[in-house]
Nanobody, 119 residues
Framework: QVQLVESGGGLVQPGGSLRLSCTAS????????MAWYRQAPGKEREAVAVISSGGLANYTDSVKGRFTISRDNAKKTVYLQMNSLKPEDTAVYYCMMNLSPDATRDLYWGQGTQVTVSS
């Protein structure tokens, strides 16, 4: 049974920073892609950042230059460093790990962590 556990969410003022972490446990041979998604109230879930097994990262336009995704394969952990946070970044953030060479298979999700940006 593979489980992903997230931490690091919370309330922060505009311009502040947060660091999210997501650690996988269970029988895992190899992790392909790791990613962070978010879902704001009344909106669809969107991909925020993705990092390949080789460390190549991509970001949605609205977070480029402010967010950084990274991974520690030995710890089976993905991070999301969020700087210069804006109220529009408020959402539930979910991590995702892809455990198959096929990018569409064996997708596992965290339980979600709330990020609220407000003064």
């Amino acid at each position: 049974q593979v489980q992903l556990v997230e931490s690091g969410g919370g309330l922060v003022q505009p311009g502040g920073s947060l660091r999210l972490s997501c650690t996988a446990s269970g029988f895992i041979f190899r992790i392909n892609r790791m990613a962070w998604y978010r879902q704001a109230p009344g909106k669809e879930r969107e991909a925020v950042a993705v990092i390949s097994s080789g460390g190549l990262a991509n970001y949605t336009d609205s977070v480029k230059g402010r967010f950084t995704i990274s991974r520690d394969n030995a710890k089976k952990t993905v991070y999301l460093q969020m700087n210069s946070l804006k109220p529009e970044d408020t959402a539930v953030y979910y991590c995702m790990m892809n455990l198959s060479p096929d990018a569409t298979r064996d997708l596992y999700w965290g339980q979600g962590t709330q990020v609220t940006v407000s003064s």
